[in-house]
Structures are given as C-alpha cells and as structure tokens.
C-alpha cells in the first residue's frame, strides 16, 4: 500500500531551485517573472531554474492520474503529485539527486538521458506528449491537491532499471530520432544537436573573425528556438548558443589550425578524391572491357 506523506513547504523550497522563477494565477494571461517568495503565491510556477533541471515532471491528463502515477512503482514512486480536483488531472514530480545542466557543451549526455528518462516517466503513466515541462502546478497552493510520497532523491540510473524492467525506457534510437516538434527537455537536446552541427560547418566563413562567429550561431540558434510551439526561454537559447560558440573557439581543431591549414586539407582531399575517382573509372573501364571480350568469346564459341 502506498503510504502518503506530509511533507511541509520549507522541503519543497529545498527541491525547488529557480530564484526568479515565471509565473502566473492563469497561463492565458501571460507568464512573468517574479522574486520567489511572490511566485510561491501562485497557481503555476517555472519547473526548474534557467541552466539546469533537477525536477522531473509528467503531465497526465486523466481522471485517473493519482493511480496512474503510484500503480505499481513502490521502489520509484514520485515525490509528489499535485491534483486538479475539479478534473483528477495531475502533474507528477520526481526530483534528482544531482541537478542536470541544460546548457554547457561538455554536460550533453546527461542531458539527452534525462530526456529519454522523462520521455520514460510520460509512457509509464499514458502522460501529455504535448507537456513542454516549463511550467508546473505550484504544489503549495491551495487550488491543487498535493500529495507528497517519498523524499528520497533519485538518480536518472536508478530511475532507468526500473523503467526498462517495467519495459518502458525508449530504445537508443529514440534520441537519434528527428521530431517535428520537441517537447521538454527534448527541446534543449534538438537545438543543440542541429545547432552545433551547423556551426561546425559555418566555422570556416568566420575564421579568426570570434565576433562573427557568435553572431552567426546566436542567430541561427535564435532561429531554431522560434521554430517550436512552445520555445525556450530566451536566455536559455543565448546559453546553448554561448557553449557551442565557446567550445568552437577554445577546442576545435579546425578552429585553431585557422584558415591556411584548412584550405591546404581542402585541396589535399579534393585531390584525393579526384585521383580516387580516376582510377574507379578505369577499372570501370577495363572491367567493361573484360566483359565485352568474354561475350565476344562465348558468341564465337556458339
């Protein structure tokens, strides 16, 4: 039997970690920034600071979502669930041992697997594909319902043997995959990815020129973030924009070797390829020329 706990508002603060955090007694009027202590007055507040994400939320949209996110789950329960009574819909929480950062190059990995960990979580409990996962019910208000069941932080390791013995971890190719409209977390990861392969190209339209290089990736990564239905916040966009500038400037080898090694690889390869191919076409040639002589020679024979 799950057993509820009482878990007062000083812990959530502890897990909560955003200090100017959006949000908004009705999403239809508009989401706004405000100091904590006035966002704690509201219905609905920013799930996670800026650059990093330490809560892990699932939007269900069911009558029944209280038992859609406890059934069978005794050893991964969420922290908490934060109820619409008038409807039974839900959002559950589960929060990280250690935060997740969004936006510095080095830390992708983690975050990608974060992804494909809530994207676990969605399908374990039939949740909102649609949920962006920006903003959350404020589970300190009174309009909701909330219920607090463990406070036992998880790590997305733990939280991925459970979710691929209950058979619902997406497979590897999951993240590879292109979406038409990311959600989530998923959102971070798809800008990243197109992003930083963009640039890597980009790269030698800029060379020894930092301050036409950042521009060009802030815009296109600007770009790529107004894509979306529901975009990154601004400032989270000018971060991934910022990593994959700084990682540019300070570890790629093309980068560094500047433009005279690059023109000189360039020709190399071209040149390479060129002989490549002049020879592909002469046994391509002379095997036409084989097969010419043996049809010749079995023609004869009959």
Known sequence: MTVETSTPSS??????LPLRPLASDDLRAGIYR????QALGKRYIETNPRAMSNLLVVDIDHEDALLRALWDRAAWLPNAVVENPDNGHAHAVWALKEPVTRTEYARRKPLAY??????????????DQGY?????????????????????????????????????MPPATWAKTRR?????LGRNC????????????????????????????????HHLNSEFSEPLPRNEAHQIAKSIHRWIVTQSRMWLDGAAVYE???????????????KSRRE?????QTTKKLIVEALDES
């Open 11 to 16: 812990d959530w603060e502890q897990l909560w």
């Open 34 to 37: 405000h100091t904590r202590p």
């Open 114 to 127: 974060a992804a494909a960990v809530t994207e676990a979580l969605r399908r374990s409990v039939d949740g």
């Open 132 to 168: 962006s996962g920006l903003i959350t019910k404020n589970p300190t208000h009174e309009s909701w319902n909330a219920s607090w069941y463990t406070d036992k932080l998880y790590t997305l390791n733990e939280l991925d043997d459970h979710l691929s013995t209950a058979g619902f």
């Open 180 to 184: 038409k409209n990311p959600v989530g």
């Open 190 to 221: 798809s800008i990243f990815e197109t992003a930083r392969t963009w640039a890597y190209r980009e790269v030698r339209h800029h060379f020894g020129d930092v301050q036409g290089l950042w521009t060009a990736i802030s815009n296109q990564v």
């Open 264 to 278: 000189a690889n360039f020709i190399n390869i071209q040149s390479a390829r060129g002989r490549n191919s002049g």
């Open 284 to 288: 391509s040639g002379a095997r036409a």
